[in-house]
């Protein structure tokens, strides 16, 4: 069954950067999208942007262009999300989610909470 | 970006009864429209997708409906595990944006 396993928690101080993995199985990662998210908890959710594993191809969302890098790792079906010049407001969990046949998000990682707090 | 605005905010009902979620669009959104649950602590599940086709697995209690700018999601015969918070999303354009949440409880 598809499964995407996210990576543990993380502190980070504010200013520094971060990487978050999404580690993915089940199904053909090479020829998928795979989107990312923002939730700070109790409020709504944001799209972060999307990268094609065939090719690597990304799309963000304006407002974190800058913020977040995508890339992959086809080698281990992994995404990866870097965060950087992280604040105060950047503390949120954040989860990957494979794009269904629509841009609907039926598979979803269990989130990874980052708090950035010096 | 296309807001959603989606109502009510919180919802409390008794077990069994019957429940509905609302979201506007901003502008027509052609059925591009999902549903998601999501229990505290966890990630969101998919319920209904294109706004009224159901995700495999999903008990029928759950449905969809709406065109343009108008949809909803209705909950038959409400059961405790149930509670959770609701959210729509659009997907007719980028950036796929969310509403605001609705937080269903058991009276």
């Known amino acids: 069954q598809v499964k995407l396993q996210q990576s543990g928690a993380e502190l980070v101080k504010p200013g520094a950067s971060v990487k978050l993995s999404c580690k993915t199985s089940g199904y053909t990662f090479s020829t998928s999208y795979m989107s990312w998210f923002k939730q700070i908890p109790g409020q709504s959710i944001e799209w972060i942007g999307m990268i094609y594993a065939g090719d690597g191809g990304t799309g963000y969302n304006q407002k974190f262009k800058g913020k977040a890098t995508l890339t992959v790792d086809t080698s281990s079906s992994t995404a990866y999300m870097d965060l950087s010049s992280l604040t105060t407001e950047d503390s949120a969990v954040y989860f990957c989610?494979?794009?269904?046949?629509?841009?609907?998000?039926?598979?979803w990682g269990q989130g990874t909470l980052v708090t950035v707090s010096s | 970006d296309i807001q959603m605005t989606q109502s009510p905010a919180s919802l409390s009902a008794s077990l069994g009864e019957t429940v509905t979620i609302e979201c506007r669009a901003s502008?027509?959104?052609?059925?591009?429209l999902a549903w998601y649950q999501q229990k505290p602590g966890k990630s969101p599940q998919l319920l209904i997708y294109?706004?009224?086709s159901l995700h495999t697995g999903v008990p029928s209690r759950f449905s969809g409906s709406g065109s343009g700018t108008q949809y909803s999601l209705k909950i038959n015969s409400l059961q405790s595990e149930d509670v959770a918070s609701y959210f729509c999303?659009?997907?007719?354009?980028?950036?796929?944006?969310f509403g605001s949440g609705t937080k269903l409880e058991i009276k």
């Open positions: 294109n706004a009224n």
């Open positions: 502008e027509d959104i052609y059925n591009g």
């Open positions: 999303q659009q997907y007719y354009n980028y950036p796929p944006t």
């Open positions: 989610a494979r794009e269904a046949v629509g841009h609907w998000f039926a598979y």
